[in-house]
Structures are given as structure tokens and as C-alpha cells.
């Protein structure tokens, strides 16, 4: 193309006027440089590219700044659609930490024969400790288990009349292992040991905290998968009128030569500054709102004897939220440019 | 420069908006597409800027077969050519520099090169002094000029503009033609699309002239004996 285009210029040049005079060699490159972009250089290209960056992200934000109450709005909507998953999620975080509590918890008594003398029972304790599978065993002899009894039950007077103690010692066993399969089965084994009378344990409610707490998580993704998607289409509604008010704009550069890398570039910035703003309120109204919630939680947990802190998003949590509600914005925004980057064809 | 070969142009399976168009347009060549509205003129111009495809025959800018660019290849092809639309088609949100700038930009133009060429054709269409102005408050004349020079600002080997002059008076009319007719004098090809057959008259370039759809004058007489 360039080979044949040479020449013309040569032939025109004595007819240009004097006006024109600072034209000739540039008439002679330039049209080469559209068609043949390595003529610009990969640096130049590079730097060019860099610099359209610079200048749509500074262009998107001061776009946003111009509508700041609009802006907000959107970024208000983002925030409040990040926040439920997060905050469930959150929630969800802080019941596991519960949950492996609880599991340690998990413990096996086995009531040993009442016949059985205090000494022997000590000395079955310190065999089961070296028992596999067992972490630890602590003796709970007859007249310990009385008092636990009584006090449990405030039967004080009632069993006082008894004279006699009818409890076994009883001998509660660690588990190693304490899935519940594994510990199901040291049951097993534990119950064959000689002079061992029974061996109980309750896992069923452990077993239904672990399935509600797996129901928990299927829900947080589902209802993250969900928002995020709602976040999606905020955004690409959003971006969406922004295409549509800068119709003519993006008309007139398709026709003078821009690629659509050129146009949808300012819209993605502006679907990842939404994004980011969303992000940022999400974040900030988790804090606020767990400072609320902190008093009459920690308040609650005491009344039952425990200790539980609301829970708050650390480092990670915070940049894990930042970035994926930037990228959820971006690509809000992706969605939308090209949907209608096809609808419009210019004129 | 430009090569049509028996181009066609069906819409919607029926309409026939061109119908075997056949000319060639040379290097430096400068040249009128006339026809009343409908006759295909934007249809034709709408094919040279790949906007559309021919149903029918070939097109060829600088030798290429248009048709055949890759979609990834058509922006970089558009840059080749400038354009001049009837109503200018300014930003507005922008300043009168700004938009001039606006096909540098694209191209990725280091900015104080930029810079250079803008007021270069600025000055070439005389609207150097309004660079910072907003294209809201310049005349329709003046913002028709504005238009040539964002057409110009990057040298293009070929000019197209439709219906140039369509909103402007007969004397503003003829200032833009006289503007077509520098840039032509240092070796742009153009064409333009016009009904303003008393102007075209009296400018002495070839006309192509269209009616519905069909190419039925070729007045290239002037060109060829001067």
C-alpha cells in the first residue's frame, strides 16, 4: 500500500501552496502510520496505551464526581448487595471457630463397673490414656460424680437418703481422631475393654450443628453468587445509561478509527470505580454495624457462659472484598459496553 | 485510490439502494457525488467507510479489498480516511481543540506532537484563535470547519464528507469548498457528496452522479484535459 502511495506526493508537491508548506513530509509518512502501527513503535504504542489508561481513569472519576449524589446511589446499592453474603459469611467464619470448639468437646465417657475400687479404676485410666486413638482420659470417680450429679440436678436431700453412692466411676475419653466416624469406633473399642459397663457418647447433635453449619455455607455462596450477580447487573444498568447518553461519542470515534479496546476502556474504569466505591461502603458499613451488634452479642454470649466476639473482616477479608467487588464492577461494566457495542452501528 | 467493480447493495433482501456501481477514482483526484436524497449517495459512502458491506462486487481503497479486512484491521483502516459529516458531528462536552484532537488521541499520538497538528489544522481551516472555545458557541460555519479539521488532523490519504455544506449559505458553502479544494491542491483525494449542483457547477471537478441507485453520469471531462 505504502509503495504504490509514494509517489503522489512527489507529484503534487510543486502545485501546494505556500500555506501549506510545513506539510510535505509529513503528507509523505502519515498515511503509512494508520495502517501500519509498528511504524509508531512498540515503545511509543506502549506509552500511548499507558497514557489513555491515566487519562479515562482520571476522565471516569471525574465523571462520577459530577453526579456525586447518582454516583453514590449506585455505589449505596453495591455496598448494601455486597453486605449480606459478607456479613453471613462472616457470621458462618465465626460458628466454625464455635464448631471446633465443640468438637474438642467431643468426648466419650465410659462408665466403668460399679464393683470397681477406686485404685483400679485410677489404674484403668492410666491405661486408656495409652490406648490408640485416645488423647486423653480424665477419672471421674463415683464420689466426684455424685457431686457433679447433685449439683446438676439440685437433688441435694434426695440422694443423701440413698446413703449408699449408686454411680459408677466413670472415665471421659479424648479422642485422637474426633471425626465422627473415628471416634464412633473408639467407642466400639473402648466398650470390649474388660470391666467397662458402657460407653456413651452423643454425637447426634454435633452431627446436626455440622450439617446445619455445611447448609450455612451452601447458602452464603448461593446468596454471594446471587448478589454478585445483582452487583453485576447494577452496575451494567448503570454503565448501560452512560453508554447510551455518550451514544454519539462513541459513533464518532468508531468512525474515525478507534478500536473498541479505545471506547469500552472509560466505561470499564468507571464499572471498576463503582466497584471499588461499593466495595468501600460494604466494608465500612460491616464495621460500623458489628460495633453495633458487639455489646448486646457479647452480652448474650456471657449469659450463656461463653465467650464470643462479633466477628470483623481482617486484612484479607478487607482486600478480598475491595477486589472482588472492583472486579465485579469491572466486569459490570465489560457486560454492558458490549452488549451495546454492537447495537450501535454508526449513523 | 478508490476502485468500485460492479458494486451492489441490497437491503432486506429487496431494496436495491446500489446497483452496479462502477468507477475509479485517481490518486489526488477531487470529485462530486450528486443525486437526489435516496439516490445512494451515503449508501456509497457508508460502503467506503466499511460500515456496511456490498452485497455485490468488490471495493478497492489504496488497492485493498476493503471487504476483505479483518474486524480487528477495520479501525486501523478508518484512520486512513477522514471524514466530513453534514452536521459535523462535534462533541460537545468538549472544547474545540479537544475535538480536533480527537483522531491523535486515538491514534496514540505523543500529546505535544498533538498539539502541533491540532493547531496546524486549525490554522489551515482559520479557527486557530477559537481552540479553546466550546464547539456550542461557534457558528454552524465555524463548527463545519472545525469538522474538516478533525477530518484533517492526521494527513489522511483520502477525504470523504457528506453533504458538507448541507446547513450552511451559499458564500459559507463556498469557503468550504474552497477548504476541500486546498487539501485536494496538496494531494488528499476527496470525495464529496453534495446536492448543491449550482456550487458543483461552478467548481469544475468530476461528478459522479447517482439516482436511484444507479450510477448514471460520469462527467470526468474537466479532470482528464486539465
Redesign the interface.
Known amino acids: ?1 505504502s509503495a ?2 509514494t509517489p ?2 512527489n ?3 510543486p ?3 505556500s ?2 508548506a ?3 513530509d ?2 509523505q509518512k ?2 503509512r ?3 501500519r ?1 509498528q511504524h ?1 513503535g512498540m515503545n ?2 506502549l ?3 499507558g ?2 489508561h491515566r487519562a479515562m481513569a482520571l476522565d471516569s472519576v471525574q465523571r462520577l464526581m459530577r453526579r456525586p449524589l447518582g454516583s453514590l446511589m449506585t455505589m449505596l446499592a453495591i455496598g448494601i448487595a455486597l453486605i449480606l453474603p459478607c456479613a453471613l459469611w462472616l457470621t458462618l467464619d465465626s460458628a466454625r471457630l464455635l464448631d471446633a470448639g465443640l468438637e474438642e468437646s467431643a468426648s466419650l465417657t465410659v462408665y466403668l463397673d460399679t464393683t470397681m475400687e477406686e485404685s483400679e479404676a485410677m489404674q484403668m485410666a492410666s491405661s486408656l490414656r495409652e490406648h490408640p486413638g485416645v488423647a486423653a482420659a480424665r477419672l471421674v470417680t463415683a464420689a466426684e460424680g455424685m457431686v457433679e450429679f447433685e449439683q446438676a440436678l439440685g437433688l441435694e436431700d434426695a440422694l443423701m437418703r440413698l446413703g449408699t453412692n449408686p454411680l459408677p466411676a466413670s472415665i471421659v475419653v479424648a479422642p485422637l481422631d474426633t471425626s465422627p466416624q473415628a471416634v464412633h469406633e473408639l467407642s466400639e473399642r473402648l466398650a470390649e475393654v474388660p470391666r467397662v459397663d458402657e460407653v456413651r457418647l452423643d454425637l447426634a447433635w454435633l452431627e446436626r450443628l455440622r450439617r446445619l453449619a455445611e447448609l450455612g455455607q451452601r447458602l452464603t455462596l448461593a446468596l454471594g453468587v446471587l448478589f454478585g450477580f445483582g452487583v453485576l447487573l447494577i452496575v451494567g444498568n448503570t454503565i448501560r445509561l452512560s453508554v447510551e447518553n455518550r451514544r ?2 462513541i ?10 479496546a ?1 471506547v469500552r476502556r472509560p466505561f470499564l474504569y468507571s464499572g471498576a470505580w463503582y466497584g471499588l466505591g461499593g466495595g468501600l461502603l460494604a466494608w465500612l458499613l460491616l464495621g460500623v454495624g458489628g460495633q453495633w451488634l458487639s455489646a448486646p452479642v457479647q452480652a448474650l454470649a456471657q449469659s450463656y457462659g461463653a465467650h464470643f466476639t462479633v466477628p470483623g473482616l481482617d486484612w484479607q477479608g478487607s482486600a478480598a472484598l475491595l477486589v472482588s467487588s472492583i472486579l465485579l464492577g469491572w466486569l459490570g461494566g465489560w457486560v454492558a459496553v458490549n452488549r451495546h457495542l454492537k447495537e450501535i ?3 | 485510490m478508490i476502485r468500485f467493480e460492479h458494486v451492489g447493495k441490497r437491503y432486506g433482501g429487496r431494496f436495491d439502494a446500489l446497483a452496479n456501481i462502477d468507477f475509479r477514482i485517481r ?2 483526484e477531487m470529485a462530486f457525488l450528486t443525486g437526489h436524497s435516496g439516490a445512494g449517495k451515503s449508501s456509497l459512502l ?1 460502503l467506503l ?1 466499511r ?1 456496511e458491506r456490498p452485497t455485490r462486487g468488490r471495493i478497492l481503497v ?3 479489498d476493503i471487504d476483505r479486512l479483518h474486524t ?1 484491521q477495520i ?6 480516511i477522514g ?1 466530513v459529516f453534514q452536521d459535523h ?1 462535534l ?1 460537545f ?1 468538549r472544547n474545540v481543540f479537544a475535538n480536533v484532537a ?2 491523535l ?7 505535544h506532537e498533538a498539539a502541533r ?1 491540532v493547531r ?1 489544522a486549525l490554522d ?1 481551516v482559520g479557527l486557530l484563535h477559537r481552540e479553546r472555545a466550546l464547539p456550542i458557541e461557534l457558528s454552524g460555519g465555524e463548527q463545519q470547519r472545525i469538522g474538516i479539521a ?1 477530518a484533517v488532523v ?4 483520502l477525504l470523504l464528507a457528506d453533504e458538507p455544506t448541507g446547513n450552511l449559505d451559499p458564500q459559507l458553502s463556498a469557503d468550504i469548498m474552497r477548504l476541500f479544494e ?1 487539501f485536494n ?3 488528499t483525494t476527496i470525495m464529496i457528496a453534495s446536492h448543491d449542483l449550482a456550487l458543483i457547477a461552478r467548481l469544475h471537478h468530476r461528478v459522479l452522479k447517482l439516482s436511484e441507485g444507479r450510477l448514471i453520469g460520469d462527467d470526468a471531462t474537466v479532470e482528464e484535459t486539465s
Open positions: 500500500m504504490d502511495r503522489s506526493p507529484q503534487r508537491r502545485r501546494q501552496g500555506s501549506s510545513r506539510q510535505p509529513t503528507r502519515k498515511p502510520r494508520g495502517a502501527s509508531t511509543s504504542q506509552r500511548a496505551w497514557r489513555h454519539q461519542e459513533e464518532v470515534v468508531t468512525l474515525i478509527g478507534a478500536t473498541h479505545f452501528r454508526p449513523r | 490518486r489526488g457508508r467507510m460500515l489504496a488497492g485493498h480487528s479501525p486501523f483502516y478508518r484512520r486512513q471524514v458531528q462533541l462536552d480527537l483522531p488521541q486515538i491514534q496514540g499520538l505523543e500529546p497538528r496546524a489551515k478533525r492526521n494527513k489522511p490519504a486546498d491542491r496538496i494531494g
